[in-house]
């Protein structure tokens, strides 16, 4: 992979590789698309399955890094704000509201960056991605709504040397930014903003199949959904038609094989490395969530934030037992007959937690599924990949036995 000019960098001695060559975390890669440009030079150091590195992350980007002894910064990270919001012309055909969209949009429009870094899709197939440098707001407009599979986004670093790109605002989920963030100053750019989304359960195209094969009445005609805050699976096909799923209902033998390994062990919810974030687990119904973590994603909030009608958080409930007897039902892959899952799902949704106690109650429930995961299947590794503050997390809860 290397030549021989020693005072070249790594990624400039790269020589172009085969795409698939590489992948040292091998079942634990999440097909980010490091490993798919020169900078694979750098992997063992950036992936986020071979070397986890939070503290060194957030203080370089951030300035400090999480303070475990404040709630809110031990489950969603360093920040100086968070808000719930909504476009208030939302933006048809988006995930949510499409605020991300409008940032990557007005981030064009007024000079801030010159490309952005965002997930386009096959013309053959909606979920396979296909990241792109968008260059016009058309392009990032063409990105709007999730493609729920892992997506190789640093692919397209490749294309930054001799593009004229200086300034780049990279739109991506926890593991992409992780890496991003790991090989940032050795990126031919003068500034890098970083949107980050939310990510957990992603899964291969092939996994998406079996995912919507088990649960929804016409796979093939699903062109958008979203595990939501009312404890339902929203599902829209094609004709328009909304289709619901409760949580409760899902074919859990079935499904625990189908997320991707790297997601079942990942700790990056709520992407740590990012400038801002942009979901919807910490609002109420309807709602976006953000959080402004540095004064460069205060900067790009400000690029919409006189086009969106906003509130603060706000918490309800408490999420503990139900997490905790969610833990035991995932061990033992309970699978409640439909009529009992709605009706669970709609007790739940009565009283339930709701705005940032539902975020802690979905946090805690991957957490605790994935340092279980991580310790039956990958023991060795699994200290060093579960971060202290997940750790923490996880300890509020009786887990089963390995
Ligand atoms: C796989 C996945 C899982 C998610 N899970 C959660 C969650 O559990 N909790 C939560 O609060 N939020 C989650 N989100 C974020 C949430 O679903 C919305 O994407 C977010 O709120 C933005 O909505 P929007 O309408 O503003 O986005 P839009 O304006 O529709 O823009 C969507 C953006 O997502 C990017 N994108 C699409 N697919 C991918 C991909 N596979 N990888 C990287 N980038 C992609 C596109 O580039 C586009 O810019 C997840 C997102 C993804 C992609």
Redesign the pocket.
């Known amino acids: 992979m290397s030549g021989s000019n020693p005072s070249l960098l790594p990624h400039e001695r790269a020589r172009p590789l085969t795409k698939g060559s590489t992948y040292p975390a091998k079942e634990l890669c999440s097909q980010c698309g490091l490993c798919d440009s020169r900078w694979v030079a750098y992997v063992r150091n950036a992936c986020a399955f071979l070397n986890q590195q939070f503290d060194g992350m957030e203080a370089r980007v951030h300035g400090r890094s999480r303070d475990l002894n404040n709630e809110d910064e031990l489950y969603f990270g360093v920040q100086q704000r968070m808000l719930t919001a909504r476009?208030k012309a939302p933006?048809a055909?988006?995930?949510?509201?499409?605020?991300?969209?409008?940032?990557?949009v007005r981030a064009l429009e007024t000079g801030l960056v010159d490309a952005?870094?965002?997930?386009?899709q096959s013309e053959h197939d909606r979920f396979t991605?296909v990241?792109v440098l968008a260059r016009t707001p058309e392009q990032?407009l063409a990105?709007?709504?999730?493609?729920?599979?892992?997506?190789p986004?640093l692919e397209v670093l490749e294309q930054l040397p001799g593009s004229g790109i200086k300034r780049l605002l990279a739109?991506?989920?926890g593991c992409?930014i992780q890496a991003l963030r790991a090989v940032e100053a050795t990126l031919p750019l003068e500034q890098l903003y970083v949107?980050g989304?939310?990510?957990?359960?992603?899964v291969s195209r092939d996994g998406l199949q079996t995912f919507l094969e088990s649960t929804v009445s016409s796979p093939e005609t699903v062109v958008h959904y979203?595990?939501m805050q009312d404890f339902r699976i929203h599902f829209r096909h094609s004709d328009g038609r909304e289709e619901t799923v409760p949580f409760f209902g899902l074919d859990t033998p079935k499904l625990k094989d189908v997320f991707a390994p790297s997601c079942l062990s990942c700790f990056d919810?709520t992407n740590a490395g990012a400038d801002l974030v942009?979901?919807?687990?910490?609002a109420t119904f309807g709602r976006?969530?953000i959080t402004v973590r540095n004064d460069r994603g205060a900067q790009l909030l400000a690029l919409v934030e006189d086009e969106l009608d906003t509130a603060p958080v706000s918490s309800k409930g408490d999420r503990r037992a139900a997490v905790q007897q969610g833990i035991d039902a995932y061990d033992k892959a309970v699978r409640l007959p439909m009529w009992l899952a709605r009706l669970v799902g709609c007790v739940v949704n009565a009283v339930g937690p709701k705005g940032l106690e539902y975020?802690r109650f979905?946090i805690d429930s991957h957490f605790t599924r994935n340092a279980l995961w991580l310790r039956r299947h990958h023991p060795k590794i699994a200290e060093r990949q579960i971060p202290e503050f997940a750790r923490r997390i996880v300890a509020r809860y009786r887990l089963p036995a390995l």
């Open positions: 476009l933006l055909g988006a995930q949510w509201t499409g605020i991300v969209s409008r940032l990557g952005v870094l965002c997930v386009q991605p990241p990032v990105a709007r709504v999730n493609k729920p599979t892992l997506s986004n739109i991506g989920v992409q949107l989304l939310p990510c957990v359960d992603n979203e595990f919810y942009v979901g919807y687990m910490g976006q969530w975020g979905s």
